[in-house]
């Protein structure tokens, strides 16, 4: 089931652009996903769509821990 409401991760791991990149790239894919938005500064992860559980899977395949 996904759903269209955003959703905000806090990802302590995410230092730099890199990272922003990276997240992106690995959770922008998902199916159902229609934004995703990196906040270096705040290290937090917003998704908009998709689902909770892909979304965590994603953000640590890409090698960082959703807190
Ligand atoms: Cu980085």
Known sequence: MTTTAA?????PGISCEH?????TDSVRPLEGVTAV???????TVTVTGGEDAATV???????????
Not at 7 to 11: A, D, E, G, I
Not at 37 to 43: I, N, R, S, W
Not at 57 to 67: F, K, P, S, T
């Open 7 to 11: 959703r905000t991760y806090s990802v």
């Open 19 to 23: 990272c922003v990149k990276a997240i």
């Open 37 to 43: 938005e990196v906040d270096l500064g705040a290290k």
């Open 57 to 67: 899977a994603a953000i640590d395949e890409a090698g960082y821990d959703v807190a």
